[in-house]
């Protein structure tokens, strides 16, 4: 069984750019959720999608994108990059129509803004 | 107020000794609570995951959850200082929604040898 997997590692960027981080879900998973970890904090969810579609959004501007492929692997966009936006990007996989809500995540994208 | 509050720690405690890992939480709405542990630089690890009420045990770990409280715990024994990493608290509504995690801020452990 694959775990979740995310690219790229690490990332740098100036203010003003824009950036797209990309993660592929753990085999049999079907859900794709999107968190952001400022340093010295818990996740923050940004937005999950679901059939390709987005199924929840977090406290996070519309600069804040994303898509998920048929083939349940999924992108965050970020435009309009901010200091602020310095953090690490996690992705989780789960499977909608399991009774509970287990969320598995990936290694993390640590972005650094400039 | 924050949905779930942690104390951040850091905490720091001896080989082998007992661990008590501890949220609170004010939203009522919440059924599934989850511990993950993260080393440091890399993503969150399902630790521990319980719905509702009640305790759950898994080797050194045992989770509880005090709905009436409002408050949930993770009791680590015999720790081990591979056990070093950050706690994060974890809990999300009911009805299979498949809904986002709400976190606590995590708890620094270190546990020395």
């Known amino acids: 069984e694959t775990g979740v997997t995310q690219s790229p590692t690490h990332l740098i960027k100036t203010r003003g750019q824009q950036v797209t981080l990309r993660c592929s879900s753990q085999?049999?998973?079907?859900?794709v959720s999107w968190y952001q970890q400022a340093l010295g904090q818990g996740p923050q969810f940004i937005f999950q999608?679901?059939?390709?579609?987005?199924?929840g959004r977090g406290n996070f501007p519309p600069r804040f994108s994303g898509l998920q492929f048929p083939n349940y692997s999924s992108e965050l966009n970020v435009n309009a990059l901010e200091l602020d936006d310095s953090a690490l990007y996690l992705c989780a996989s789960s499977f909608a129509g399991a009774a509970g809500n287990e969320q598995f995540f990936g290694p993390g994208t640590r972005l650094t803004v400039l | 107020q924050k949905e779930v509050e942690q104390d951040p720690g850091p905490l720091s405690v001896p080989e082998g000794a007992i661990v008590s890992l501890n949220c609170t939480y004010s939203?009522?709405?919440?059924?599934?609570f989850m511990w993950y542990r993260q080393y440091s630089r890399k993503g969150p690890e399902l630790l521990m995951y319980t719905y509702s009420s009640g305790n759950k045990e898994d080797g050194r770990f045992t989770a509880q959850v005090d709905k009436s409280s409002k408050y949930i715990s993770l009791f680590i024994r015999d720790s081990q200082p591979s056990d070093s990493a950050t706690y994060l608290c974890a809990m999300s509504y009911s009805g299979g929604s498949n809904y986002k995690l709400t976190f606590g801020k995590g708890t620094l452990l270190t546990v020395n040898p």
């Open positions: 939203n009522s709405a919440f059924q599934y």
């Open positions: 085999s049999g998973h079907n859900t």
């Open positions: 999608y679901y059939r390709e579609e987005e199924n």
